[in-house]
């Protein structure tokens, strides 16, 4: 079975039966190594992931420096989104922070796919949503708590994201220096 | 014609003949007072409203200091979006914040509508998804750029704002102190 389709049966519809109704779209594997773009600036996005192992870091860039948009942690759908969406060059580059095993579609079959299937418009709806909602979540944490704070909350929820990646993309992550966040980080020792 | 069918015809599908075919929920036109709260903190939010005049703000609560997580202008759907969509009481209050008319539609109503119209399905779809890159063109602005630049690209594009919105709105915007703002549009006059 594959990852997706426990995603599938965990999040949205926990009757469906893959073996004899299996999802009318192809799902490949692959692997990357630490440290590989897995979408670059510029390209155009044409895939859907899903991260079985590993982190992956979404990264903009603020005149040549990087700056990370999002972190992904295992068990989690991830693409340069907007470039996805909107059939734009990406502004997002997405990043392996670790040797990464996913899961992925192609957008023009999993388009092919929402003329017929049910579930997978179910799917289409479930990430919007989450994706969104996510996103709102973390502008209310970014307004309402200092970098120390969300640091803190981030070692607390998802100590993982502490272990596998760098102080520096932490940093970029919470928009602060590196020496602020080793400032931070002494204090909380 | 109602507004919500125009923004329809507009953003959505321009052959849709609504005289004919008229959208299966109903829409409702209300007005609300400078300083009126349209959703209030801890209420389950119900309704999906569309801003036809008027501003309005949607405030995060940082330990009895407001913060302003959205500005909505004319010719935008808003909502205590979070609220609308987990059916939890709302962390984000709505607020008036000039004399508003508005179009509005019921949660449970348009749920009927989706499982007949297709029409209404595509605006859940454009709507979501134009919401999700919102939050993200926003987050990646706020990631990159100085309050500086944030307020002179406001004072650029969207001058209505500096028009309508008190300076202390602006600046729980900014995630910034009004006096910091003052200097701001100070350096910048």
Do not use: W
Not at 38 to 62: N, P
Not at 104 to 112: D, I
């Amino acid at each position: 079975m594959k990852y997706i389709e426990k995603f599938i049966q965990e999040h949205i519809d926990n009757n469906i039966d893959f073996k004899n109704n299996p999802l009318s779209i192809q799902i490949f594997t692959k692997s990357f190594r630490k440290g590989k773009v897995i979408t670059e600036f510029g390209q155009i996005e044409k895939r859907g992931y899903y991260l079985i192992e590993g982190t992956v870091l979404c990264i903009i860039d603020d005149d040549g420096e990087d700056k990370v948009i999002d972190i992904i942690l295992p068990d989690s759908f991830f693409s340069a989104y907007n470039s996805y969406l909107l059939d734009a060059p990406s502004d997002i580059k997405v990043l392996a922070s670790t040797d990464c095993k996913v899961e992925y579609f192609e957008k023009e079959n999993l388009k092919k796919g929402f003329e017929t299937s049910l579930t997978l418009n179910k799917l289409g709806r479930y990430l919007k949503e989450k994706f969104f909602l996510d996103k709102l979540e973390k502008e209310k944490t970014f307004l309402t708590k200092t970098s120390e704070e969300i640091y803190l909350e981030i070692l607390n929820t998802k100590p993982e994201i502490v272990k596998h990646i760098p102080v520096k993309r932490i940093a970029q992550y919470l928009g602060i220096h590196p020496e602020s966040l080793s400032r931070i980080r002494k204090k909380l020792t």
